[in-house]
T-cell receptor
Framework: SAVISQKPSRDICQRGTSLTIQCQVD?????MFWYRQQPGQSLTLIAT?????????ESGFVIDKFPISRPNLTFSTLTVSNMSPEDSSIYLC??????????FGQGTRLTVV | SQQGEEDPQALSIQEGENATMNCSYKTSINNLQWYRQNSGRGLVHLILIRSNEREKHSGRLRVTLDTSKKSSSLLITASRAADTASYFC???????????FGKGTLLTVNP
């Protein structure tokens, strides 16, 4: 199984600012995913981040709000831009293992005040 | 949407009892996965069952899949207080490995 490290684990941010979340994997993976979990809710896919190409965003998510970088096969970042209280959520990165199971980082708990 | 839907939304049992959670989905899938989440932390992968499988076991966990009914169940036997968590099913239907999650079941195991 892949070991995924996310930073920061939590943060409290002022509205209007931006936060960049880092995701580091202990092995090379082709596909990485970013999910959002709003308070008391389930997970929703934000985008798929593939190395060497633009991220693919799901309906309701746009690059200007959630820019993603994928500079190599072990690392990705998600930025939450121009934050509002509605962005308060847990953000999780995920990778697919060799048997197609998905593994998740510990998440970043973001509170926007 | 392929969304999984769990029921019940919440389940409270005594230690030692069995807990059963159900998941339904809407379209064809490649696999269905179950996850556990403790107190809003990261997700722990529990078990994956493929569309051509009907039942899988892992320790105290038993998962069934009925593709004709588009449903799955997760059984936790001899529950422990440490099993207290939210449990989510997630389905994957394409070659892109994207997961669509259900709303989850909050399981409370009372000592």
């Amino acid at each position: 199984s892949a070991v995924i490290s996310q930073k920061p684990s939590r943060d409290i941010c002022q509205r209007g600012t931006s936060l960049t979340i880092q995701c580091q994997v202990d092995s090379q993976v082709t596909m990485m995913f970013w999910y959002r979990q709003q308070p008391g809710q389930s997970l929703t896919l934000i985008a798929t981040a593939n190395q060497g190409s633009e991220a693919t965003y799901e309906s309701g998510f746009v690059i200007d709000k959630f820019p993603i970088s994928r500079p190599n096969l072990t690392f990705s970042t998600l930025t939450v831009s121009n934050m509002s209280p509605e962005d308060s959520s847990i953000y999780l990165c995920s990778v697919v293992g060799e048997y197609t199971e998905a593994f998740f980082g510990q998440g970043t708990r973001l509170t926007v005040v | 949407s392929q969304q999984g839907e769990e029921d019940p939304q919440a389940l409270s049992i005594q230690e030692g009892e069995n807990a059963t959670m159900n998941c339904s989905y809407k379209t064809s899938i490649n696999n269905l996965q179950w996850y556990r989440q403790n107190s809003g932390r990261g997700l722990v992968h529990l078990i994956l069952i493929r569309s051509n499988e009907r039942e899988k076991h892992s320790g105290r966990l038993r998962v069934t899949l009925d593709t004709s009914k588009k449903s799955s169940s997760l059984l936790i036997t001899a529950s422990r207080a440490a099993d207290t968590a939210s449990y989510f099913c997630a389905v994957s239907g394409g070659s892109n490995y994207k997961l669509t999650f259900g709303k989850g079941t909050l399981l409370t195991v009372n000592p």
